[in-house]
């Protein structure tokens, strides 16, 4: 029975050869089915777990093509990267070259986009298949600290054998998630790596806190194009005669409002075009596209509440391990959402209990404690800004007049793989046994069909 779990304080007060030898005995006992007398830490024991059920070759490193020049050079040009290169640089690549070690930042699907550094360790990583254009997602290379932040969503530190592929042993690397607070999509990962005997554990927390000042970059620069969309709508608003309208931006963030209360942000679908249309958070609008971006939103003035559609269908896909969507369809047209993980977490647990769930229910769901009732319902707030009229609540649930679809992944374990949410492990756990997980209405194939709130 193990013990206890290895920290990266523990590992960083021993030699590099002693911490790589003992980690190599976790990663022996751990593939041989074994109990190690120091348990792998949990974040690791969970990408391993992915990796073994996944396929990857522990002894071999495979590596994909890698993107030719010109595919690099778009994948460039079209990242938000870009934009927030300077302050990577001026945060963390003069203490990498110091300290021996290259910045690497990834986008979404794991493609290396700029690597800088030491030069020597430049070298170093070519032999590790560290190059621009690599694909360094843990599908592909294993448990990394580019690929392992992408898939659970927070910052990770790799170290020596907790790299799955043996090959990758020699290496330390530490890497943060990047989110565009514009859409609140995942849009990469800053990675620092270098030889295993230059690892430090401060490395991923100054890591994690450059990448949050490029986020700030982000946003900074999110509101200035506001600020310049405001100038364009409020001379439009002003003309309008009565009635509710607001500008909004390609992300639906609110720019100005005419005859209503300001809001923060609308939902847009992804594919939003001019016209009349139906939005899940003001009901029928007229959509009229702005000069330099964004939209003009005329309200339905007969309106007062914004309904759903008439025989309203409800997609929850959770397919993706990556990005987890929510389509609403019906008489006006189709709408789909973008979820973030939290939202992706809280609509699972209710489309997986058609009866409903209290508050307290869901902040046991998600939080393992009950008394977080207050987190519960400012979420479900949120949720029901863009699902207006398809929630219904005391308790929260799905309405049952909207028929829901539930997209679930296969392997099971692929299940929202960020989330450490309780009901979403024990739903793992249970779709892995046959028993189809906790209210889930899914099977193995991963694909649930049923009318909300049926039996």
């Not at 339905?300 to 896909?317: C, I, K, M």
Request: net charge negative; proline share 7%.
């Amino acid at each position: 029975m193990t013990n206890s779990t290895i920290d990266l304080v523990r590992l960083a007060a021993m030699d590099a050869v002693r911490a790589a030898r003992l980690l190599k005995g976790v990663r022996d006992a751990a593939l041989a089915g074994q109990e190690p007398p120091v348990g792998p830490r949990p974040v690791i024991e969970a990408s391993w777990d992915r990796m073994l059920r996944g396929g990857v070759d522990p002894d071999r490193d495979f590596r994909a093509g890698l993107l030719a020049l010109e595919d690099l050079e778009e994948r460039r040009r079209s990242s938000p990267l870009q934009e927030i290169l300077p302050v990577l640089r001026e945060g963390l690549l003069s203490i990498a070259e110091a300290a021996q070690h290259i910045m690497v930042v990834a986008d979404a699907d794991g493609r290396v986009l700029w690597r800088e550094g030491h030069p020597s360790v430049l070298r170093k990583a070519d032999g590790h298949g560290f190059e621009l254009g690599a694909d360094w997602r843990e599908s592909t290379v294993g448990t990394n600290g580019v690929g392992t932040p992408l898939v659970v969503r927070r910052p990770v530190q790799v170290f020596s054998a907790e790299h799955f592929v043996r090959t990758h042993h020699s290496w330390t690397c530490a890497g943060a998630p990047v989110t565009d607070p514009r859409d609140g999509r995942l849009i990469g990962v800053v990675d620092v790596s270098g030889p295993v005997d230059t690892m430090h554990p401060a490395t991923l927390a100054l890591v994690h806190s450059v990448t949050r000042l490029a986020e700030a970059e982000l946003r900074t620069r999110h509101l200035e194009s506001l600020d310049r969309l405001r100038s364009v709508a409020l001379p439009l608003l002003s003309r309008l005669s009565g009635g509710r309208a607001l500008a909004v931006d390609e992300n639906g963030w609110t720019a100005a409002v005419s005859g209503m209360p300001h809001v923060d942000r609308l939902a847009l679908p992804k594919s939003f075009t001019a016209g009349r249309t139906w939005l899940a958070s003001v009901g029928e609008c007229e959509a009229e596209q702005l000069p330099g971006g964004g939209w003009l939103l005329r309200l339905d003035p007969d309106a007062d509440r914004p309904g759903p559609p008439d025989g309203s269908t409800v997609t929850l896909d959770l397919t993706d391990a990556h990005r987890a969507g929510l389509t609403v369809s019906g008489g006006a047209g189709t709408w789909t959402h973008d979820l973030s993980p939290r939202h992706a977490e809280l609509l699972y647990v209710l489309a997986s209990h058609p009866s409903g769930r209290t508050a307290a229910d869901l902040a046991a769901d998600l939080f393992g404690d009950p008394a977080r009732t207050v987190t519960v319902r400012a979420e479900l707030s949120r949720v029901r800004r863009y699902l207006s009229g398809l929630i219904d609540h005391r308790p929260y649930r799905f309405r049952d007049d909207a028929t829901l679809h539930l997209l679930l992944p296969d392997p099971p374990s692929a299940l929202l793989p960020h989330s450490t949410a309780p009901a979403i492990l024990r739903a793992r756990g249970a779709r892995e046994g046959g028993a189809g997980g906790t209210g889930d209405t899914g099977d193995a194939g991963g694909t649930g069909d049923r009318r909300a709130g049926s039996p």
